[in-house]
């Protein structure tokens, strides 16, 4: 079956910098357009960030642009998410999802299981 399994999540203090990991099995990867959502305490999920499946172009949130970075290798089924100048509001589950369609909450065919990510100020 599909599997989505994040790691790297973490506590750190805030302007530290951490990379998310999520490694992608029972699916052919390199059809899918990936992405990292994340929910805070009391809050809905919400898009953080997305690579299109050939890796040319992504898109952000604007609260974390110029600060993340996704990317993805094809070669090892893995999509990446790169967190600098964190600050605590980034603190959050962040979740990586996949789709042969649009990166949104209501087109997502996969989701993984979560990593927590926790900056305190």
């Known amino acids: 079956q599909v599997q989505l399994v994040e790691s790297g999540g973490g506590l750190l203090q805030a302007g530290g910098s951490l990379r998310l990991s999520c490694a992608a099995s029972g699916l052919t990867f390199s059809n899918y357009h990936m992405g990292w959502f994340r929910q805070a305490p009391g809050k809905e999920r919400e898009f953080v960030a997305s690579?299109?499946?050939?890796?040319?172009?992504?898109n952000y949130v604007d609260s974390v642009k110029g600060r993340f970075t996704i990317s993805r290798n094809n070669a090892k089924n893995t999509v990446y998410l790169q967190m600098n100048s964190l600050k605590s509001e980034d603190t959050a589950v962040y979740y990586c999802?996949?789709?042969?369609?649009?990166?949104?909450?209501?087109?997502?065919?996969?989701w993984g299981q979560g990593t927590q990510v926790t900056v305190s100020s």
């Open positions: 999802a996949g789709t042969t369609r649009v990166v949104t909450l209501d087109y997502i065919d996969y």
């Open positions: 690579i299109r499946r050939g890796g040319g172009s992504t």
